[in-house]
């Protein structure tokens, strides 16, 4: 039987939004379709630069009439201030809710009832888990053992699932640079949000050309920053990396093209004096290009 593993994320903080325009506002500013949600119960999604690089990225999960976005409390005032300056004339409530609901994780099997105000399923992959979303205390009374953080964040590498500010920095990367579209965080089929051409012109033309994927050694890695090389030129950085099942995993966002060049070559990829090994997730649905060229 699996073991089932909880942890409560205290890095993460809770926004409300509420009001009889906020599906219609949401809807008109981030990446996923609202209607999914309200159909689904929660997902995945974005707000972005019109430049259509990540600004902020949360967990959105509808409860009753509002939403709660599960969100980094290092920049969720940030992200209230942003969602204000789109909010205009709208009928709309935006509320920090951080200090009557926290945010658990659990995986590894079926979590047990508790008093959560709400609990879903990971829109992203199913394998990592569910969260919780509420009154901490009152939630962990009937979870045991509860782990660390640092527990879900090797569950979440060991995934190849990257994650904002412990693998990238806002308004650094595109959606598809972080695998978003992959992870269920991008419609593109519904109307326009911000950043929303962008992000549509490389997804129909193919022309992604970074990606976070897997990185494993048999030795320590080093620093989240440090360059991943192919015959001693950079092809990648490092993000977090925890130590899983006897080897040391890691994500790293990469050029594609320069990592089919080094694999096609049987290059040995090096990352800070350490030799690595690079993996597609396996739910991904890109792959290393097929023409790579040989040289």
């Known amino acids: 039987m699996a073991q089932l593993n909880f942890a409560h994320l ?8 509420a009001g009889e325009d906020a599906h219609h506002f949401l809807q008109n ?3 996923v379709d609202l209607d999914e949600i ?5 997902g995945f999604a974005a707000l972005l630069t019109p430049q259509g690089k990540i600004l902020f990225d949360f967990l959105i999960v509808k409860t009753g009439t509002e939403y709660l976005l599960d969100a980094p409390l290092q920049t969720l005032a940030d992200l209230i201030k942003r969602l204000g300056f789109y909010r205009l004339r709208a009928k709309v409530d935006i509320e920090d809710v951080s200090g009557a609901n926290g945010v658990v994780a659990a995986w590894g099997g079926n979590h047990p009832e508790t008093d959560a105000r709400v609990a879903f399923q990971d829109p992203r ?10 009154d ?3 939630i962990v009374e009937k979870l045991a053992p509860l ?4 527990n879900y964040a090797a569950h979440r590498i060991a995934l190849g699932v990257p994650e904002s500010l412990s693998d990238f920095a806002y308004s650094d990367i595109f959606p598809h640079d972080a ?3 992959d992870l269920n965080g991008v419609s593109f089929t519904k109307g326009c949000y911000v950043g929303q051409e962008v992000v549509s012109r490389v997804h129909h033309r ?10 494993a050694s048999s030795q320590p890695l080093p620093e989240p920053g440090t360059a991943i090389e192919s015959n001693g030129k950079t092809v990648g950085s490092l993000g977090t990396s925890a130590a899983i099942g006897g080897e040391h995993r890691a994500l790293g966002l990469v050029r594609l093209d320069k990592i089919g060049t080094a694999l096609n070559n049987n290059r040995p990829l090096m990352c800070g004096g350490v030799e690595v090994r690079v993996e597609l997730p396996a739910w991904a649905r890109f792959s290393w290009p097929e023409t790579a060229p040989a040289d």
């Open 206 to 215: 193919g022309t992604a050309r970074k990606r976070f994927v897997s990185v």
């Open 125 to 134: 992959v199913s394998t990592l888990g569910a969260r919780l979303i509420g």
């Open 136 to 138: 901490v205390s009152s």
């Open 29 to 31: 500013l981030i990446t």
């Open 179 to 181: 695998d978003m579209d």
């Open 10 to 17: 205290a890095d993460r903080g809770v926004v409300r939004i």
């Open 38 to 42: 309200d159909a689904k119960g929660a």
């Open 147 to 150: 782990g660390t953080a640092g």
